[in-house]
């Protein structure tokens, strides 16, 4: 049997930012499927600060060196955040504060990479997750600051449901899923506001594990 | 203080395959230097089968996206294995079995990555590392199969160490550290030949976590 291999597509979120342990969600979720039984080959493509625009740019040229077709390859996009923080601090004051990336083109942006997606590998996407509003990730570079609210990630969220039900694409929504959980409120808690320590990657790691579209590719 | 962000480009050695902790030395070695204190994004950009060639068509862009300028940021490049492979089985059986890259060319094309690397950003350079040739990875897609020899891996680890030096770039000798180190053989033994189990790579993370140009760049 040889290894199927995954590529996981998206921002900070997927790279892991603020796990001391460095596994992030793919790491974990790929090492429970290893106890399984399974024979995966994990890529973790998360760039930190990445959006939609970032993400299209990039995915298919990363893929593509990482999933010969001679191999099964898998897709897994994860983003969204980004595209909804908006930037405070370095603005004209004559124009209002926006999100880094227009909710019309976060969803053009999706489009094109999970169309172009689907007709080459099997895709899942899984969307933005709940922010902790009373912290604020710093950026220590300068008079930039990103600003996230869980209103735009729902909203968000609930855009790329659609869109994802439209195309035939499996979504999980990790914003309704995390949102009233008790124990991502705790680790959520205890990170920079975006990114929970490694608490909150093991439980994003066992949801995306329990996902039955994820159980698909695997079972 | 910004976290020091890092792309470690290499082969299915720098992914991990065999791992079952999916960590690889890179995931290792960062997590090590979070405990000291250090705060590093760590950017695995291995993958499987990759030669020389693969990665200069590649490494350019893939680590541009991943270090903005306005952050700091470091190249660790770790290739050269999958160089001295010959492919097996499927040969035309006139032509003579032959390295998937001519030791002429290794050197010549990881002469253009490093200098152009070294021009960027700071530059460090691990060499491949000793197979256990009793053992040998087995192609389960078709009839070619690669066929790793030590005496080639030891000859374009010393080409590899000469051109470092005249470069002006660290090179670790990853052959001459682990070929006579007992606990790497028991680690590659226990592999298919080229990839050891999680042993494998926490011994390796050791030695570069132990490596005063490593140690140069974080203390």
């Known amino acids: 049997m040889t290894a199927l291999r995954i590529c996981f597509v998206g921002d900070s979120l997927t790279t892991g930012t603020g796990d001391a342990e460095f596994l992030g969600w793919p790491g974990r979720l790929c090492a429970a499927e290893g106890k399984r039984g399974h024979d995966l080959s994990c890529y973790n493509l998360g760039i930190r600060a990445d959006t939609s625009l970032h993400i299209a740019a990039r995915w298919r040229a990363e893929c593509a060196a990482r999933l010969p ?3 099964p390859g898998r897709l897994v996009f994860a983003f969204g955040n980004n595209d909804t923080a908006i930037e405070e601090g370095a603005l004209d004051p004559q124009v209002p504060p926006a999100p ?5 083109t976060s969803l053009a942006t999706a489009r094109a990479i999970l169309a172009e997606a689907k007709a080459w590998k099997p895709v899942l996407f899984i ?3 709940p922010v902790e509003e009373t912290k604020q990730p710093v950026n220590p570079k300068g008079p930039v600051t990103y600003r996230f609210a869980n209103a735009r990630v729902a909203e968000l969220s609930g ?5 994802a039900h439209e195309l035939g694409i499996p979504y999980l929504d990790l914003y309704r ?3 009233e959980d008790e124990r991502w409120q705790l680790a959520s808690r205890a990170g920079d506001g975006v990114h929970p320590p490694a608490e909150g990657y093991r439980l994003v790691a066992a949801k995306i594990g329990a996902w039955t579209a994820w159980r698909a590719w695997l079972d």
């Not at 880094?100 to 019309?104: D, E, G, K, N, T």
């Not at 855009?159 to 869109?163: E, M």
């Open 69 to 71: 077709d001679i191999h």
């Open 100 to 104: 880094r990336v227009a909710p019309a």
């Open 127 to 129: 969307g933005p997750w």
């Open 159 to 163: 855009t790329y449901a659609a869109l």
């Open 177 to 179: 899923s995390l949102a």
